[in-house]
Each structure stands twice: as C-alpha cells, then as structure tokens.
C-alpha cells in the first residue's frame, strides 16, 4: 500500500470512514468534506485496489483518499469503493499515516447491525482505547459505552493494530439496513461534532442523502462487476 502526501499537517485529529454497514463511515466523512471545504492531500494506492475512476465537480476523486480542513486541524480519511481482502493493509496504511503526522487522536466510524426495526431512531455507541478520551465521550449527551461485540472489517483491523501510545476512538451508530442509512450516519454527525467541536448541520443529508446513496449503489455494482471480472480473469473491457 503506498501513500501520497502532498502536505502533511502537524498533530491533527484523523477521523476515518470505511465502508461497512449502513456505508456510515463512507457517508459521514463524504459529508464532512463537503461542508467543511476539505481539501484533499493525499491518497492510498495498491495494484490491488478495483481500477475504478470517479469525476466529483469536474474533479478526480481517488477510492481511498485524504482530505484535510486547516483551520480545524481535521484530517479526513475517505473511502468510496469496497476493501475486499485488502483490511489489514488498510489499517496499516491509516496507522502509518496517523504516527507519521504524530496524530492527536484517530477516530474511526462505523455502523452497527441494530435488533430493531427501522422505525426506532438510531443509538450511537463508542470505544476508546484512552481514559481521557473515553471519560470525554461519557460526558456527551447520546452515545453509550460499548461493553459487548465484534467488530470486522477496516474498522475492527484498526482496534487490533493500533499502539497503545495512540490514541485511538470508535464512534458508532446503529443502522437497521445493509444499504445506505443516512439517519444512521446523522446521529453519528452529531456526536462528532460534540466531540470534536464542529457545527456541520446533519438535517440537510436526510434531504440529500438520495444522491448520496445513488452514487454509492452505483460504486457498490461496478466495484462487484470489476471483481467479478478480476476473478475470472476476464479482460475484457467493461464500460
């Protein structure tokens, strides 16, 4: 896995979205980016990510790319295309990236299968591996203390590598679908911004969330059409 800084900002907070489900992750670092005016630094490569290219605003976007908002010292860590076999080396990656710019704290995003139906509001729990950050989560309105679980993907690879000097956050909000769930990512938007101290407005996504979620449905089928394909060994060209 290689990475590519253009700039590298000293000692910021990092908070990072994989997919997973409900895509919360995904979903709430592409709407941080959007309303904070992040500008992207950098991105993840590997031979073995899908060889899929994405035009935002007359802009190539990269699949895992990094994105960073000066005035809050945020750095954003973004991902639009699934990670299929590639976890461990994505961990690594964001690990690497948190020591290298001697991160303040890293904070990742996930969603979490809920037992309810999809008409109850969504919980939001989260995990820290410091008792000054957990101590700081305990006292926000909202969020509840995860005590029992199991964690996969990017997410749950992250847990078991990072170090114990790094501090290192898990927010998670409760989805009831394995499609995108904007209601599950505007809870989770309201506990980062009385954790980290911003003021990004989660009531527009429930209104934008649409075209949002088309673009991720539509990542989703190409990204399992070009695996499939990869599988096979087929090379044939795919429009």
């Not at 000692?11 to 709430?28: D, K, N, Q, R, Y």
């Not at 992040?38 to 290219?53: E, L, R, T, V, Y």
């Not at 935002?56 to 945020?74: A, C, M, P, Q, S």
């Not at 969603?111 to 989260?126: C, D, I, K, L």
Request: hydrophobic share 40%; with cysteine; aromatic share 8%.
């Amino acid at each position: 896995m290689e990475l590519t800084l253009s700039e590298k900002p000293k000692s910021p907070i990092i908070i990072e979205g994989f997919p997973g489900l409900g895509f919360v992750g995904t979903i709430a670092t592409e709407y941080l980016i959007e309303k904070l005016n992040a500008k992207p630094i950098g991105f993840f490569w590997s031979d073995k990510m899908p060889p899929i290219a994405t035009i935002h605003k007359d802009t190539l976007r990269h699949i895992f790319e990094i994105f960073y908002v000066k005035d809050k010292n945020l750095v954003l860590v973004h991902a639009l295309s699934g990670v299929k076999d590639m976890e461990w080396k994505l961990a690594d990656a964001v690990l690497g990236l948190a020591k290298q710019l001697k991160v303040k704290e890293l904070i990742s995003l996930e969603g979490v299968g809920s037992p309810f139906g999809g008409e109850t509001a969504s919980r939001t729990f989260y995990y820290s591996n410091s008792k000054e950050c957990g101590k700081k989560l305990a006292l926000l309105k909202g969020p509840e203390k995860l005590t029992e679980g199991m964690i996969v993907g990017v997410t749950g690879a992250i847990m078991e590598r990072v170090p114990k000097d790094m501090k290192a956050s898990f927010i998670f909000s409760e989805t009831h679908t394995n499609l995108p769930d904007s209601q599950a990512v505007a809870a989770l938007i309201e506990v980062i911004n009385k954790y980290v101290g911003l003021k990004v407005d989660p009531k527009p996504l429930l209104s934008e969330a649409k075209n949002v979620e088309a673009k991720l449905k539509q990542l989703m089928q190409k990204s399992k059409e070009v695996q499939q394909v990869k599988d096979k060994k087929d090379i044939s060209y795919l429009g």
